[in-house]
């Protein structure tokens, strides 16, 4: 006689139930971590609980043909895996590994069908719950469609478009779609629009996911896994409609359409011509909030160039009593971001223009939280500086290895009283390695004041040992990628450090 059905929650390493399933979403992942092709089938089982499944490329060929969506099946001798993947289709702990020596069995008795498990749009406020590596089902009414745009992706054009859904609660989130969604989503309203109710309609995004933008989350497709159903017969449809009908929202809240509007990119209408570049001195003319696109040159920075902002919402953060606090949210947590002010003139005016992060870090190449880091600076110092007048010193290189930059940042706290810089001067002229080059600018940015001096001596020659001793050392280094906005990582030659100055020589 055979054994009892198990239950997905019953599963363990140990105890691999036979189990009785439904498979309601097949589809095929071109790659896995290990670089095989491999069929991965969502199941559910009598209580609604879900499990996906995983056929490995090996196993293709013979149980791939097994099963089909929405049927039943009778499974035993099956491994188990973690479910560790980057996506993963359900929260289970464990994914069902099938290989060619499963029993499956397609049964044709009555069993429950749980196609969708839907999230709450509450879930999604506080983004710091939010997980973007799993995939789950959503229901709402589209209530706004944004105009279809078009997008440059890894080289490739594709549509993208945005809209709005609302659950009966009346909380409202975004959602992209992306390639053939976009088609198929306006095929959707076209069919509702024939039908000539100008109402929502209901939406269910089954296997979607949660990514971040711009301080909120939004839901997105995933690949080829997400699967819109609008027109299907499916009771959940019905019953959202009937419920979202007889809320207060539905009186409220208007249907929007822009979907039969194409919208360029703007890179797409600056190639083209299409767009009206403004002038410096036409801004301070304008009357009303607008959008332009200005060709001017960046002439100087302003001296602060990083906020601290509230990792939720973005806003910033204020010191309240000695704690750090968000200025909108109360959120007392914080990330260091890009605020440059550019001082920019074209031929007619000059003005001040604001980069923030995302613009910012574009431009750099570098996040800020990298950037407002401490580094080990290696610079030049000419011999005979006029103590009391302004001074700035060349940089030569740039260590960022954490290890010597907090060895040498805990020598500076312990040896307040010494100057340094004062050390290396005096030891590049005991070994006749001063140096004075034509060639480099050095402008004037800070009044030097000369400290009192104390005996350093061997710090150079311990900082060159460090250096010798320590592997992967990075450095920063200058070069022609970083008018690309991407540094060059080099390996650090100790030897350099002293062979430099008497190359230069």
Request: charged share 25%.
């Amino acid at each position: 006689m055979d054994q009892p059905f198990g239950f997905i929650r019953q599963i363990q390493r140990s105890k691999r139930f036979m189990l009785k399933l439904r498979a309601i979403r097949i589809f095929e992942k071109s790659y896995d971590s290990i670089g095989l092709r491999q069929l991965e089938i969502v199941f559910h089982d009598e209580e609604g609980t879900r499990i996906s499944g995983i056929i490995r490329g090996v196993h293709l060929s013979k149980m791939a043909g097994y099963f089909h969506e929405c049927g039943v099946y009778k499974l035993r001798n099956y491994y188990l895996d973690s479910n560790i993947d980057k996506y993963r289709s359900t929260v289970a702990k464990y994914k069902l590994l099938i290989h060619s020596n499963t029993e499956v069995l397609e049964m044709h008795t009555y069993f429950p069908s749980w196609h969708f498990q839907f999230r709450s749009f509450a879930d999604f406020q506080d983004v710091e719950n939010v997980d973007e590596s799993y995939l789950f089902d959503v229901i709402g009414m589209v209530i706004e469609i944004c105009p279809v745009q078009s997008k440059w992706v890894h080289g490739q054009k594709n549509q993208m478009i945005v809209f709005s859904l609302m659950d009966l609660n009346g909380i409202v989130i975004q959602s992209t779609l992306w390639g053939h969604y976009v088609d198929q989503l306006i095929a959707f309203e076209t069919h509702f629009e024939s039908e000539a109710t100008g109402e929502p309609w209901v939406l269910i995004m089954q296997l979607c996911q949660a990514r971040f933008w711009e301080a909120e989350v939004q839901l997105a497709t995933h690949m080829n896994v997400t699967r819109l159903h609008a027109v299907a017969p499916f009771p959940d449809l019905i019953d959202f409609q009937r419920k979202f009908s007889a809320s207060p929202w539905a009186k409220k809240r208007k249907y929007v359409t822009n979907s039969k509007i194409v919208l360029k990119s703007e890179m797409e209408e600056l190639e083209n011509g299409d767009l009206v570049i403004s002038s410096v001195d036409s801004l301070f003319d304008s009357d009303e909030e607008i959008k332009c696109w200005v060709c001017a040159t960046i002439d100087s920075i302003v001296d602060e160039w990083w906020y601290l902002a509230c990792r939720r919402c973005k806003g910033k953060m204020a010191d309240e009593d000695g704690k750090l606090s968000c200025t909108k949210c109360a959120h007392q947590f914080g990330v260091t971001r890009y605020k440059i002010r550019l001082i920019v003139s074209d031929s007619t005016s000059s003005a001040t223009f604001i980069c923030w992060d995302r613009e910012s870090e574009k431009m750099i190449g570098t996040p800020c939280e990298a950037l407002i880091s401490t580094f080990l600076h290696e610079v030049r110092v000419y011999p005979k500086h006029p103590s009391g007048q302004k001074a700035s010193f060349p940089v030569v290189r740039v260590v960022a290895d954490e290890t010597l930059v907090s060895m040498y940042n805990q020598w500076f706290v312990e040896n307040e009283g010494s100057d340094f810089l004062t050390v290396l001067q005096r030891e590049d002229h005991d070994n006749g390695l001063d140096a004075t080059l034509d060639d480099e600018v050095s402008t004037p940015l800070k009044f030097f004041q000369p400290i009192e001096k104390g005996d350093t001596s061997t710090a150079k020659r311990k900082l060159l040992n460090d250096l010798s001793t320590t592997p992967n050392v990075d450095q920063f280094v200058g070069s022609a990628d970083a008018g690309k906005g991407k540094g060059k990582m080099e390996k650090l030659d100790p030897s350099a450090l002293q062979d430099e100055d008497v190359a230069e020589n």
